[in-house]
């Protein structure tokens, strides 16, 4: 995400509400990763998808250690933001066990590769530690593996699975819009414009590695 | 469990058979945490539950790196024992987050006592292992205060909860019983009896802890 870095350089989010925000969604990324497993068609599935859950666990964990060590009350900062994003994965939750993979594959993918661009703007030492958090993205081969597996498996999946995942960015990309103001700064609309240019390329990408059109 | 670990030693159970059932019941209390974490009534509530998540994951991934070490395929070895567990898991589900709390607390708190003292009689090395992996009980701390909480907020909800525990308990006993098979030895009804004890007198003390009669 160098080009989002640059330009969301400057936009210096207010640690707080960064912090609150982020570890919020991430309990949430972690909870469809939970129902992911649960609703899985295998146990081979089951085992490999519960390996997904750790790094996000201990993500969230470590944005939580990091308010608590600016004296902030981490629920009290997360509830600022848990209407929109509980809102938000109501609309993502999916329908079937694929749909519920392609939204954890989705908008981990998205929502960690924004915040992770996002944190170019933190202080020094937190933006370091916070960028370290964020380096969850080994779960993505084990599900980019179980979705072309069953997409293979079953080709008419294709058609509504590839549909799902527009309607999924389009949600995804509103989440990543109302983190911009966080900092209660606005952003101008051109600097924003070649954020979600990449964002929306690396979200292309992903699609892509499941043999499914953007 | 000092008890329960010098009855059951001379049980000795077949290596792969306990290491593919201890993982696939591991993975479902997880998959139960996960459901307490989403059906959470509060942010607060919600980040303390995941603590309890991190735990089952690791003893998990931990019983699974066992199984491949030993050159079993995990999810075969999990497979034998997936339909009983399966069957376990949705009669033991809760109707509300309160249940479901309670289904965390009492079937993790009385199977990893179990699977603990059953470890006694593993071959030495693995044995050692496998009780290290199963020193989850980190979490115990804030399931008790998450629960106690909410029956203060409600006295009313006692006595559903205390029930709801008796319920529990005999389930999980039949599992627990079900495992003592695996090894494919028979085991005297005169050395079950002191193991039962043990562990019921355990489950007693984790419902005391929430003012609830077992």
Not at 11 to 37: C, H, K, Q
Not at 52 to 71: C, I, T
Not at 139 to 167: C, F, K, Q, T, Y
Not at 191 to 198: L, N, S, W
Request: with cysteine.
């Amino acid at each position: 995400m160098t080009v989002a870095r640059v330009e969301l350089a400057d936009v210096r989010p207010d640690p707080a509400s960064y912090l609150g925000l982020a570890a919020y969604l991430i309990l949430t990324l972690f909870e469809n990763v939970g129902r992911a497993v649960a609703a899985a068609p295998t146990t081979e599935a089951k085992t490999a998808l519960s390996s997904v859950a750790s790094p996000l666990l201990a993500a969230h964990e470590g944005m939580v250690a990091e308010l608590r060590a600016r004296g902030h009350e981490p629920a009290t900062a997360m509830d600022l933001y848990s209407a929109d994003i509980d809102q938000f994965q109501r609309r993502t939750q999916g329908q079937d066990w694929y749909e519920i993979v392609i939204t954890c594959y989705v908008t981990s993918g998205f929502l960690i590769d924004f915040f992770d661009a996002l944190a170019a703007g933190l202080p020094d030492d937190l933006s370091a530690r916070v960028t370290a958090l964020l380096e969850v993205d080994a779960g993505e081969a084990v599900l980019v593996a179980e979705l072309r597996a069953a997409i293979d498996a079953n080709p008419r999946l294709a058609s509504r699975l590839a549909m799902w995942g527009r309607r999924l960015v389009g949600d995804t990309m509103l989440v990543a819009r109302g983190a911009l103001a966080v900092g209660g700064q606005s952003v101008a609309e051109e600097r924003i414009e070649p954020v979600f240019t990449e964002l929306i390329a690396s979200h292309t990408r992903r699609m892509d590695a499941l043999g499914l059109t953007a």
